[in-house]
């Protein structure tokens, strides 16, 4: 059975940092994409970052260019995101999420993306 825990989200101060953690379990962990997304009420699920666990290559979002960083421990089955310079326009719930379909492509599409974690709450402050 897939299954991918986050950590990390919180409540942090505009121009602070927080690092989310994904920890999975129940597949191959470094033979896919990680991706996470974040959905703010009222809106759409959105990509933020991808990376593949295979050969590490990374996608990052415009909004989040230069701020965020995604990273892979592969001996650990975890994904990271750190997360700078936050903005309140960074507070959602942050999923990660798991796409079966490529190896090596870390694209940023919801509907690319086969199992989802529960969430973790990220607040911004201004």
């Known amino acids: 059975e897939v299954q991918l825990v986050e950590s990390g989200g919180g409540l942090v101060q505009a121009g602070g940092s927080l690092r989310l953690s994904c920890a999975a379990s129940?597949?191959?962990?470094?033979?896919?994409?990680i991706g996470w997304f974040r959905q703010a009420p009222g809106k759409e699920r959105e990509g933020v970052s991808g990376i593949s666990t295979s050969d590490g290559s990374t996608n990052y979002a415009d909004s989040v260019k230069g701020r965020f960083t995604i990273s892979s421990d592969n001996a650990k089955n975890t994904v990271y995101l750190q997360m700078n310079s936050l903005e309140a326009e960074d507070t959602s719930v942050y999923y990660c999420?798991?796409?079966?379909?490529?190896?090596?492509?870390?694209?940023?599409?919801?509907?690319?993306?086969?199992?989802w974690g529960q969430g973790t709450q990220v607040t911004v402050s201004s």
């Open positions: 129940g597949f191959t962990f470094g033979d896919w994409v």
């Open positions: 999420a798991a796409n079966f379909g490529t190896q090596v492509v870390p694209g940023l599409s919801r509907h690319e993306f086969d199992d």
